[in-house]
Nanobody, 124 residues
Framework: QVQLVESGGGLVQAGGSLRLSCAAA????????MGWFRQAPGQKREFVAA????????NYAASVRGRFTISRDDNKNTTYLQMGGLEPEDTAVYFC?????????????????WGPGTQVTVSS
């Protein structure tokens, strides 16, 4: 069982930046591909970014490409989502997810483990 915990969410003005972190409790993430998804009120959960277990491959949703960067530090057992140029449309609960030895999948069903989420609110 992999327990994930997100942190770093908060309230930020449009154009600002935030860095989300996803850490695993009592477990290494070095053999897991990691993804970030988000869900706005009344909306479906949507893919944001993903990184393969090796860190060699990344994928981004078109809406965030060029503004967000996913990275991983396996020494710290943590995955990051650096978010810049934030827009009110980025307001959502952000979830991290993990899958064993996988690629940077954009599909939520491919991930076995999920964190509880962290709220990001972007004001205009």
């Amino acid at each position: 069982q992999v327990q994930l915990v997100e942190s770093g969410g908060g309230l930020v003005q449009a154009g600002g930046s935030l860095r989300l972190s996803c850490a695993a409790a009592r477990r290494t993430l070095e053999n897991y591909a990691m993804g970030w998804f988000r869900q706005a009120p009344g909306q479906k959960r949507e893919f944001v970014a993903a990184i393969s277990w090796s860190g060699d491959n990344t994928n981004y949703a078109a809406s965030v490409r060029g503004r967000f960067t996913i990275s991983r530090d396996d020494n710290k057992n943590t995955t990051y989502l650096q978010m810049g140029g934030l827009e009110p449309e980025d307001t959502a609960v952000y979830f991290c997810a993990a899958r064993v030895l996988g690629g940077a999948s954009t599909e939520a069903f491919a991930y076995s483990y999920w964190g509880p989420g962290t709220q990001v609110t972007v004001s205009s």
